[in-house]
């Protein structure tokens, strides 16, 4: 099957790259054209699902993809994953220790990557690095020539909501010692739906924010765009860091630990917080530099709608919840 060109010869009437990137994930009443569009998208989002398996050892099967990815037709499913020749069942990975995910949380330039990088991990973790799955979706070069001022969000909605949720699953399933997540979630209802996933599973959760002035993050991403080529939206920028800073007070009310570091052109990552789950459900709170903690509070404050920064794609965000396939 060719999935990684479904993209590229769209004709004038065929369905267009957003309404694609847009389907529902239920489709009873969609036509016979947007029907075989949904199959081929759903054929790539489990071909990049293999492909991550592959890449990781992860035992694949289709009870454990139905099981990571419930929210399509499974006779579908079933059908696409018979072609890639995968087995019914797969044995999880033995674990006789602890299971482990930190799932990181702050906005672009924020220093989540870096962070990442200076962690003592176990040989085995598995890294769910968001901005390694932009080059692999087809719709990004098309996007980037096409519509520039949207290609990154758009291609980031679709890794959020489709590729790192479908293997972020996965790996939970495939019963993984140790899981790092490399991003943003700045989306409150798919970042708490992480943190319960995870713990249903066994898993120690840990939510690690990251930090930094905003206009700090800006001047990181235009150095990161003018060497990879990868944008961002000023205003969806600006957003993404009030958003994130808003949403870790409410992750690490439900996750098993949290930590917040800040950084700026000065400081290499401070600890500025962080929070402990007890066994009778109490949470242990420590405050290491009040200012930096302060300074996040208040950036929880700031208005989303900011006439300083440039237009922003609220009707984006609208079109990412799926309500319809409507341009």
Same mark, same amino acid.
């Given at each position: 099957?060719?999935?990684?060109?479904?993209?590229?010869?769209?004709?004038?009437?065929?369905?267009?790259?957003? +309404?694609?990137?847009?389907?529902?994930?239920?489709?009873?009443?969609?036509?016979?054209?947007?029907?075989?569009?949904?199959?081929?998208?759903?054929?790539?989002?489990?071909?990049?699902?293999?492909?991550?398996?592959?890449?990781?050892?992860?035992?694949?099967?289709?009870?454990?993809?139905?099981?990571?990815?419930?929210?399509?037709?499974?006779?579908?499913?079933? +059908?696409?994953?018979?072609?890639?020749?995968?087995?019914?069942?797969?044995?999880?990975?033995?674990?006789?220790?602890?299971?482990?995910?930190?799932?990181?949380?702050?906005?672009?330039?924020?220093?989540?990557?870096?962070?990442?990088?200076?962690?003592?991990?176990?040989?085995?973790?598995?890294?769910?690095?968001?901005?390694?799955?932009?080059?692999?979706?087809?719709?990004?070069?098309?996007?980037?020539?096409?519509?520039?001022?949207?290609?990154?969000?758009?291609?980031?909605?679709?890794?959020?909501?489709?590729?790192?949720?479908?293997?972020?699953?996965?790996?939970?399933?495939?019963?993984?010692?140790?899981?790092?997540?490399?991003?943003?979630?700045?989306?409150?209802?798919?970042?708490?739906?992480?943190?319960?996933?995870?713990?249903?599973?066994?898993?120690?959760?840990?939510?690690?924010?990251?930090?930094?002035?905003?206009?700090?993050?800006?001047?990181?991403?235009?150095?990161?765009?003018?060497?990879?080529?990868?944008?961002?939206?000023?205003?969806?920028?600006?957003?993404?860091?009030?958003?994130?800073?808003?949403?870790?007070?409410?992750?690490?009310?439900?996750?098993?630990?949290?930590?917040?570091?800040?950084?700026?052109?000065?400081?290499?990552?401070?600890?500025?917080?962080?929070?402990?789950?007890?066994?009778?459900?109490?949470?242990?709170?420590?405050?290491?530099?009040?200012?930096?903690?302060?300074?996040?509070?208040?950036?929880?404050?700031?208005?989303?709608?900011?006439?300083?920064?440039?237009?922003?794609?609220?009707?984006?965000? +609208?079109?990412?919840?799926?309500?319809?396939?409507?341009?």
């Amino acid at each position: 099957m060719k999935h990684f060109n479904i993209f590229e010869n769209l004709g004038p009437d065929a369905i267009t790259v957003y +309404e694609m990137l847009n389907l529902q994930d239920r489709y009873p009443d969609l036509d016979k054209g947007e029907l075989s569009s949904y199959k081929s998208r759903l054929e790539l989002r489990i071909s990049l699902l293999k492909e991550f398996a592959e890449k990781n050892k992860i035992p694949l099967s289709i009870d454990r993809i139905s099981a990571a990815i419930p929210d399509v037709d499974q006779s579908l499913l079933e +059908e696409i994953c018979r072609a890639l020749n995968m087995p019914d069942r797969s044995v999880p990975l033995e674990r006789n220790e602890g299971k482990r995910i930190i799932l990181f949380n702050g906005g672009p330039g924020t220093g989540k990557s870096r962070r990442i990088r200076e962690l003592d991990l176990p040989a085995d973790t598995i890294v769910l690095d968001r901005d390694a799955l932009f080059n692999r979706l087809p719709p990004y070069p098309r996007l980037k020539k096409e519509y520039p001022d949207h290609a990154t969000h758009a291609v980031a909605s679709e890794a959020i909501l489709y590729n790192e949720r479908d293997a972020y699953r996965c790996a939970i399933l495939s019963n993984a010692g140790s899981i790092v997540a490399d991003c943003t979630m700045s989306y409150l209802d798919l970042g708490l739906e992480m943190i319960a996933f995870a713990q249903r599973h066994g898993y120690y959760v840990t939510v690690i924010n990251m930090d930094c002035p905003i206009e700090e993050g800006m001047k990181r991403n235009e150095i990161r765009a003018a060497e990879t080529g990868k944008t961002i939206n000023r205003k969806m920028l600006y957003e993404s860091h009030v958003r994130c800073a808003l949403h870790f007070f409410e992750y690490r009310k439900k996750a098993d630990a949290s930590e917040s570091w800040y950084n700026d052109a000065h400081i290499q990552n401070r600890l500025t917080s962080s929070t402990k789950r007890q066994h009778d459900g109490t949470i242990i709170e420590t405050i290491k530099d009040k200012t930096a903690f302060e300074s996040l509070k208040q950036k929880c404050t700031l208005p989303l709608d900011n006439p300083s920064w440039s237009a922003n794609f609220e009707e984006f965000l +609208e079109q990412r919840k799926h309500n319809n396939i409507d341009k």
